[in-house]
């Protein structure tokens, strides 16, 4: 894979924003944006556990789909307490991941505003994402295409993204958001997987208080290098092919994947891997 440093800007102004990043749906760092939000100071663990402790929380790992779960079934329940508590004292694989602030823990809204980046930021919807040591997400983009502002605190996490341009190469599972879940994308075997040496990507590693800009459907892996967690906000996406793919999405996708795994059970998703390796194949042998 041919990854490029995502720029890293102090701060940057609305038309620096729309101009040099939005428009030519480019990613950026933000470094130094959010440090007078009440939350670059106060958003800890132990504030965490102190406003949000008592919650039960859904919890994911990384073992592959499996045919008898739902769209994004949470794989364990625990209190938020329980859960910081487990992130302090040693590795774990359960991630939180899409827990709506204002839904949860409306206090929180407090603690910062939402920012002036030109576009309107959908303010029901700010999620909340926990990982401990070494936890990581699969490969995937956001079922809505969306525009996404990624506010990181605490610890430190790998990000490595891909435009959508770079599908045919990324072993995408047909009726998904995700790619193959036996990629490794922090040690990639590219004699497992060689269609990834033709992808090119940004990479990145965010510290507590940065701002990461990802455009409208850019495939994301996160890895969690010390227990963090991050906010997201998000914007509707622009691009009208993109809107269209997000409506389908979230009107037919999902319900479709869902009923198919009803239906036939490990041979839907069998075959969705395989066509996975099939189709990218085909993909880069179209290249010679």
Request: net charge positive.
């Amino acid at each position: 894979m041919k990854l490029i440093e995502i720029p890293r800007v102090p701060t940057l102004t609305k038309d620096q924003f729309l101009r040099d990043f939005l428009r030519p749906q480019k990613p950026v760092v933000i470094e130094k944006f959010i440090v007078d939000w009440p939350a670059y100071s106060k958003w800890d663990f132990d504030y965490i556990k102190e406003i949000a402790g008592e919650k039960m929380v859904p919890l994911y790992d990384d073992r592959p789909v499996d045919h008898k779960e739902g769209f994004n079934q949470p794989h364990a329940t625990m209190k938020m307490k329980e859960y910081v508590d487990l992130l302090l004292k040693e590795p774990t694989k359960y991630r939180i991941f899409l827990w709506n602030v204002m839904k949860e823990v409306p206090e929180l809204q407090k603690d910062f505003n939402f920012p002036e980046f030109g576009i309107p930021i959908m303010k029901s919807l700010p999620m909340l994402f926990f990982g401990g040591t070494d936890s990581h997400t699969f490969m995937h983009y956001d079922i809505d295409l969306a525009n996404i502002f990624h506010f990181h605190f605490a610890g430190t996490k790998d990000c490595i993204l891909f435009p959508q341009t770079e599908n045919k190469y990324l072993y995408k599972i047909p009726h998904s958001l995700i790619t193959h879940e036996s990629i490794d994308f922090s040690n990639p075997d590219y004699k497992r997987w060689p269609a990834l040496k033709f992808a090119t990507g940004y990479k990145t590693q965010l510290n507590h208080g940065e701002v990461l800009y990802m455009p409208e459907g850019y495939w994301h892996y996160m890895k969690y290098r010390s227990p963090g967690f991050s906010m997201s906000l998000r914007s509707v996406a622009r691009n009208p092919l993109h809107l269209s793919k997000a409506i389908y999405n979230v009107l037919f996708m999902r319900y479709f994947d869902n009923g198919m795994r009803r239906l036939r059970g490990k041979q839907w998703i069998e075959w969705k891997n395989q066509q996975a390796i099939e189709r990218t194949k085909r993909n880069i042998e179209s290249m010679a």
